[in-house]
């Protein structure tokens, strides 16, 4: 199974503010089988990036995401305030499916 | 637009059993693989299950492998998992979740309905 880890655990930040996470997997996988979900308290997660760099539908190009092999990163070029919250991301590379633990993107 | 709703949860007995649902609509359904995908509360999100898009292919978690059982139906646009021999481990938010293309990502959520397994 794929272990994924993400860093930092907790971001503190303003908005404006360019936020950058990161998401090391290990053993590493094949293709850039890598997404990225964004979830504000009480709901469920939004899909923000697949393929380790498309964006999906209606994700604003603040959005980015870059990386390959065992680390992959999403950059939040502006803080909106709505874009506080968890990020995780996930690997579809290798069966099963796995998540990382989650960074906390909050208001400084 | 994507539309998934939950239903069924609720407090069960450790041992008990549950029906999940959820019903889909704004797109063609029998088109894409479904996902069950659970939370523990305050915790990260963990993978539970996966079905074709006519039935053929279905994965469990190691975790639930032999007491949790997927299905759906195309006709009515209903997607369910059976959760049986139930344990205090498997108190969760459960979320239906779109499989993506090409698999297996989610692109659409549910809002997730709440298990919790107590005596």
């Given at each position: 199974?794929?272990?994924?880890?993400?860093?930092?655990?907790?971001?503190?930040?303003?908005?404006?503010?360019?936020?950058?996470?990161?998401?090391?997997?290990?053993?590493?996988?094949?293709?850039?089988?890598?997404?990225?979900?964004?979830?504000?308290?009480?709901q469920a997660p939004r899909l923000l990036i697949y393929g380790a760099f498309s964006r999906a539908t209606g994700i604003p190009d603040r959005f980015s995401g870059s990386g390959s092999g065992t680390d992959f990163t999403l950059t939040i070029s502006r803080l909106e305030p709505e874009d506080f919250g968890v990020y995780y991301c996930q690997q579809y590379g290798s069966s099963p499916v796995t998540f990382g633990g989650g960074t906390k993107v909050e208001i400084k | 637009q994507v539309q998934l709703v939950e239903s069924g949860g609720g407090l069960v007995k450790p041992g008990g059993s549950l029906r999940l649902s959820c019903a889909a609509s704004g797109f063609t359904f029998?088109?894409?693989?479904m996902s069950w995908?659970?939370?523990?509360?305050?915790?990260?999100?963990?993978w539970v299950s996966y079905v074709g898009s006519v039935s053929n292919t279905?994965?469990?978690?190691?975790?639930?492998?032999?007491?949790?059982?997927?299905?759906?139906?195309?006709?009515?646009?209903?997607?369910?998992?059976?959760?049986?021999?139930?344990?205090?481990?498997?108190?969760?938010?459960?979320?239906?979740?779109?499989?993506?293309?090409?698999?297996?990502?989610?692109?659409?959520?549910?809002?997730?309905t709440l298990v919790t397994v107590s005596s």
């Open positions: 199974e794929i272990v994924l880890t993400q860093s930092p655990g907790t971001l503190s930040l303003s908005p404006g503010e360019r936020a950058t996470l990161s998401c090391r997997a290990s053993p590493s996988f094949s293709g850039n089988y890598l997404a990225w979900y964004h979830q504000k308290p009480g | 029998s088109d894409y693989y995908i659970r939370q523990a509360p305050g915790k990260g999100l963990e279905i994965y469990y978690a190691d975790s639930v492998k032999g007491r949790f059982t997927i299905s759906r139906d195309n006709a009515k646009n209903s997607l369910s998992l059976q959760l049986n021999s139930l344990r205090a481990e498997d108190t969760a938010v459960y979320y239906c979740a779109r499989v993506g293309r090409p698999y297996y990502y989610f692109d659409y959520w549910g809002q997730g």
